[in-house]
């Protein structure tokens, strides 16, 4: 059918392939790859730091456990207080750290994708502040299991999500117009929020303040396995529809055009990332500023012209691992909720990365 | 020649929500024609075009590629098929030229097969038929408006498409850089075959490039042909509400388009 067309001329040039990639190719061509040797090596770097940390983690505290102890604890073996505090204390914290960490890292991705907006996390798109008024709503009126905590914090997420897309709603979705609408619901659910405050009595109103700072202190293995079931069955799904995301990014026609379709792929990543922002919420409260910095780091370190969910997700788990260890240590024996360490080491780094990017002029 | 063409629309409603632009409207793209679609703001040109390349769905009738609504063809089936340069792209920050061009290979891509022979072979040729291949290590961000639209093309071209529909691609370049936008147009069409499909503004350019001419007003079509055979004051007139005069192009020998001059004689706006 494509008879009209003059086929390539075998005769071109050297060989040539997108800027800073390997190709590997099949000896009959059948199967080809391409590879970002950056991206491996950024994505390789933060599973190493986020592993050590790990390590770290598990081993320092009040109560030290000895770096050479550790791996005898962890498969049960040695004194019973090592093995209660790495089994049944610190590893499952920081497993959830690093679940939590990837979870609002990917969906920060895609949200920021769509939205063709950096600003277009879910803290700023209502997602969050919806989670919060349905915790709230729990605490204040239902009472304050962590059970019910999760479900009204679920909820209200999902509930508000669906509200600011409908609105945001017209011939698809629109970035800012996103943004926008979030924005306005979310003041208004704020507001809700602080109504609700002013009528709880104070240990009520203590306990849902210090829930919507976010915080890993006291999560345990169920946590752990709620968040990393979440990631693992939804986290596939996005990683699936990546590639189709990146060629959204040149405009909703421009996809379109070249045989992407953007509205079924719009409505599943929506969809996909907004219960998995769900999922972290309800496991860890809404830990600010880790779905927007981290898909903004990962992409200036891998250079890639577009959204990378992988880095994504590894530099939301790296981010988050890391700031609950400063979150523990920091100020110890007294523990830091980990939102308020996510803003400070994210926010600077960020601010770094864009400081030297704008010296650098390639801003 | 109706039944046969590649594409071509039937009793087309096109709106946008509940704003009817086009109502019953029929449309064929001769095959391997330099069509152009002309006519004033807001007359429905863009939307037209929207239709044929199935990026706004017709509130009724259909839009036939090949043969079969092209609503019932895969995604990248159709996009392996016909092209579409819409009105505003967005580059990506920081992105090579090589690496948007080779972005025209995604209908002809899947998981297994990311970077074959021949997307190497025809993204190349795509840059070196749009003159950009000194640019393809550059990022788009360096590049001047003419230079980005060519890189936009030849994404376009590296598609394969037999069909290639173009949104206004002159609007936002000077004089010479429309004309050798157009011209490259032409050349392709010329050398290597493909059915074009081009919105344009400028009446002039349009009846010196096109082989058939489309005038549209209020969302129908008013004339449509051959500008030699079709352009004419009247029609102008009737169609911009412009009085004009029409003489040869001393270059093309194609009609062109003078408006007459009013100055001083007092006008009463409709």
Known sequence: ?363 | MTQDARLSGRDLTLAYDQRVISRDLAVTIPDNSFTVIVGPNACGKSTLLRALSRTLKPAEGSVLLDGQVIGSYPAKEVARRLGLLPQTSIAPDGIGVADLVARGRFPHQSFLRQWSAQDEAVVAEAMESTGVSALADRSVDELSGGQRQRVWLAMVLAQQTPLLLLDEPTTYLDIAHQMDMLDLCADLHAERGHTLVAVLHDLNHACRYATHLIVMKDGTIVAEGEPATIVTADLVEKVFGLPVRVIEDPETATPMIVPVDRRGVRRVHD
């Open chain 1, 1 to 363: 059918m494509n008879e009209t067309l003059t086929s390539a001329r075998p005769d071109t040039a050297a060989p040539f392939r997108p800027r800073d990639t390997l190709a590997w190719r099949s000896p009959k061509g059948r199967l080809s790859f391409l590879m970002r040797p950056r991206t491996l090596v950024v994505c390789l770097a933060l599973v190493a730091v986020t592993f050590v940390t790990l390590v770290v983690s598990v081993s320092v505290g009040d109560y030290e456990i000895p770096l050479p102890v550790v791996p005898g604890a962890l498969i049960g073996q040695g004194e019973r207080l090592d093995v209660f505090f790495v089994q049944g204390v610190r590893l499952p914290r920081a497993l959830t750290a690093i679940g939590v960490g990837a979870a609002l890292g990917i969906a920060g991705a895609v949200f920021q994708s769509l939205s063709r907006n950096a600003l277009g996390s879910p803290d700023i798109i209502g997602f969050t502040s919806g989670a919060a008024t349905g915790a709230v709503f729990a605490i204040l009126v239902v009472g304050a299991s962590r059970v019910v905590v999760s479900l009204g914090a679920i909820a209200g997420g999902l509930v508000t999500a669906a509200v600011v897309y409908l609105l945001a709603m017209r011939n698809g979705v629109q970035g800012y117009r996103l943004v926008l609408v979030g924005i306005g619901v979310s003041a208004m659910l704020a507001s809700v929020r602080d109504y609700m405050m002013t009528r709880a009595d104070l240990t009520d109103a203590l306990g849902a303040q210090i829930w919507m700072i976010g915080s890993l202190n006291n999560r345990g293995w169920g946590e752990a396995a709620a968040v990393w079931i979440g990631v693992a069955l939804l986290a596939p799904v996005l990683l699936a529809l990546g590639r189709r995301m990146r060629f959204m990014e040149l405009g909703e026609d421009t996809a379109r055009g070249l045989g992407v379709p953007t509205r079924s792929t719009q409505v599943i990543a929506l969809a996909v990332a907004s219960a998995l922002t769900g999922a972290a919420i309800a496991v860890a409260g809404p830990i600010g500023f880790v779905a927007l910095a981290a898909p903004q780091l990962a992409r200036r370190l891998t250079r890639t012209g577009g959204t990378t969910l992988v880095g994504s997700a590894l530099m939301g788990a790296t981010l988050l691992v890391v700031a609950d260890l400063v979150a523990l240590r920091a100020l110890a024996p007294t523990q830091l909720p980990v939102g308020v360490v996510t803003a400070v080491i994210g926010g600077g780094y960020l601010i770094w990365l864009l400081y030297t990017e704008w010296r650098g002029g390639r801003a």
